[in-house]
C-alpha cells in the first residue's frame, strides 16, 4: 500500500512538471512571435501571459505543497529509526539501521580509522559489506525517465542594430527609384558688386536637375523538410524551433546586407590613432565631412565591428572627468546595438559590419528597404514531409555616399 501511495505521489508530480513545461512552452512562442516580428506585445498576448503566469504559480504552489510534504515524512522516518535503534541498542539486540556512506570521503575515512583500531568504524564497515547487492540507476533504465530541461539552447545573436537605427521602410515594387537634386537653384548678389549701381542688371540664374536613384528588391530565405514524426513526436516543437532559427538566420544576412552597403561608399576614409583624443578628434572629422555631405539632416551614428569595440572601449572609462569626451563603456554592455557614445555620436556595435571596419553615417545618408514574407508551409503526403520556408525582400540603398565615412587606423599608432 505503501508502494502504491509513493507512486501516486509520483505520477502528480510528474502530471504537473508536464503542464509546467507545456505552460512555459506556450508563453515562450507568444514571446518568440514577437520578437520575430520586432514588435511589442499587444494586449491578447498580454492577457495570454497573465493567464499563463497564473497557472504556473499554481502548479508552483502545488509542488512546493507536496516537497514540503516528502521532505516532513521523510524527516519523521529518518527520526523514527533513529529511535528504534537506541531502544534497540539498550535491550542488548543486535539489529542496526543499514548503513549508508552518503560520500566517498566518509567511507574512506571509516576505512582509515577501521584500520587504526576504530571498533566503531569497523562494525560499520562489516554491517556495510554485509548488506544486499548495490542497485544503482544503471540497472534501472526502462524506468528512469529522460528529462529535456528548459529551451533549446542555441547560441544566435538575430538583432539589427544599423537596420533599426535607420528603420526599414516599406518596399514599393520589385523596382523603385529616389529622386536626387544634382544641381539646385541659385541666387547672388545683383550685378558684380551687389551696389546700388547694379540696378537692372542681370539676376544669376541656373536650372535644377533631378537626377533618380535606382533600387531592385533582394530576395532572402531559406527552407527545411521536415517530416511528420519529427513535428509529433519532438518536445519543444521541432516546428517552431525550426521558423525562429530560419527567422533569426533572416535577420543575420539582412544586417550584414546594410553592412556590405556602408563598405561599397568611397575611400575617403579618416585616419585615428589608439588613444581618445586621437577617436574624438577623427569623430568630428567625420562630422564635419557629414554635414558638408546632407547639411545637416539626419542623426549621426558611429558603427563599429565587434573587434573595434574591443580598441574604443578601453580608451573610455565608464568613470570620467568633467572634461572626458564619452561617457564611458563597460565590457558587460558588450554586445550588439547602443553601447554608449563619443562626443555626443551613438557608438552602435554590429556583428554585420567586417572585421576591423568602423563607419561615421548620417540617417540620411543610406536608407533600407523591406518586405516580409514570413513563413511559408507545404505538405507533402507522399512521404509524410511538411517544407518550412522563411523569406522576405531586402534592399539598403545609399543616398550619399560623401556622408559615409570610414574610419581607418592611422600608420602612426
Not at 542623426?299 to 561617457?327: E, H, K, M, W, Y
Request: hydrophobic share 40%; charged share 20%.
Amino acid at each position: 500500500m505503501a508502494g502504491s501511495n509513493v507512486n501516486s505521489s509520483d505520477d502528480f508530480i510528474r502530471r504537473q512538471e508536464t503542464e509546467l513545461r507545456q505552460q512555459q512552452n506556450f508563453a515562450n512562442e507568444i514571446i518568440a512571435r514577437a520578437q520575430v516580428a520586432e514588435r511589442d506585445l499587444n494586449d491578447d498576448e498580454k492577457n495570454l501571459l497573465s493567464e499563463t503566469r497564473g497557472h504556473i504559480s499554481r502548479i508552483k504552489g502545488q509542488l512546493d505543497l507536496v516537497e514540503d510534504v516528502s521532505r516532513e515524512s521523510f524527516e519523521a522516518t529518518q527520526r523514527e529509526r533513529q529511535v528504534g535503534d537506541a531502544i534497540a541498542s539498550r535491550k542488548g539486540q543486535s539489529h542496526r539501521a543499514p548503513v549508508e556512506y552518503r560520500s566517498a570521503g566518509q567511507w574512506m575515512l571509516d576505512s582509515y580509522k577501521a584500520h587504526l583500531g576504530d571498533r566503531e568504524c569497523r562494525d560499520r564497515l562489516e554491517m556495510f559489506y554485509r548488506e544486499a547487492a548495490h542497485q544503482t540507476t544503471a540497472d534501472n533504465l526502462g524506468v528512469v525517465p529522460d528529462p529535456i530541461v528548459g529551451d533549446v539552447i542555441n547560441f544566435i545573436d538575430a538583432a539589427r542594430p544599423l537596420v533599426s537605427a535607420v528603420g526599414p521602410r516599406p518596399m514599393p515594387s520589385s523596382t523603385w527609384h529616389r529622386p536626387r537634386v544634382t544641381q539646385s537653384t541659385k541666387v547672388a548678389a545683383q550685378g558684380s558688386a551687389g551696389a546700388a549701381g547694379d540696378e537692372k542688371k542681370e539676376l544669376s540664374s541656373q536650372k535644377m536637375t533631378i537626377t533618380r536613384l535606382n533600387a531592385t528588391a533582394v530576395t532572402y530565405g531559406g527552407y527545411v523538410n521536415v517530416s511528420r514524426q519529427d513535428i509529433d513526436f519532438s518536445q519543444p516543437s521541432i516546428l517552431d524551433i525550426i521558423i525562429n532559427d530560419l527567422a533569426a538566420q533572416y535577420a543575420i544576412e539582412t544586417e550584414a546586407a546594410f553592412g556590405a552597403a556602408l563598405a561599397t561608399t568611397n575611400t575617403n576614409h579618416i585616419d585615428y590613432t589608439v588613444d581618445s583624443a586621437g577617436v574624438a578628434a577623427a569623430l568630428w572629422d567625420a562630422a564635419a565631412a557629414a554635414y558638408t555631405a546632407v547639411r545637416g539632416q539626419g542623426r549621426l551614428i558611429l558603427a563599429v565591428a565587434p573587434d573595434v569595440l574591443s580598441v574604443f572601449g578601453p580608451l573610455f572609462a565608464p568613470i570620467n572627468p568633467v572634461s572626458a569626451q564619452s561617457t564611458g563603456f563597460t565590457a558587460n554592455g558588450f554586445s550588439q546595438g547602443v553601447v554608449g557614445n563619443i562626443s555626443g555620436i551613438s557608438t552602435v556595435m554590429s556583428s554585420g559590419l567586417g572585421a576591423g571596419t568602423a563607419y561615421v553615417f548620417s540617417t540620411a545618408a543610406i536608407e533600407c528597404y523591406e518586405q516580409r514574407v514570413g513563413t511559408l508551409q507545404v505538405t507533402e503526403p507522399s512521404v509524410l514531409g511538411v517544407q518550412v520556408a522563411y523569406a522576405g525582400y531586402f534592399t539598403p540603398l545609399v543616398i550619399e555616399d560623401d556622408a559615409i565615412i570610414p574610419l581607418a587606423l592611422g600608420s602612426g599608432s
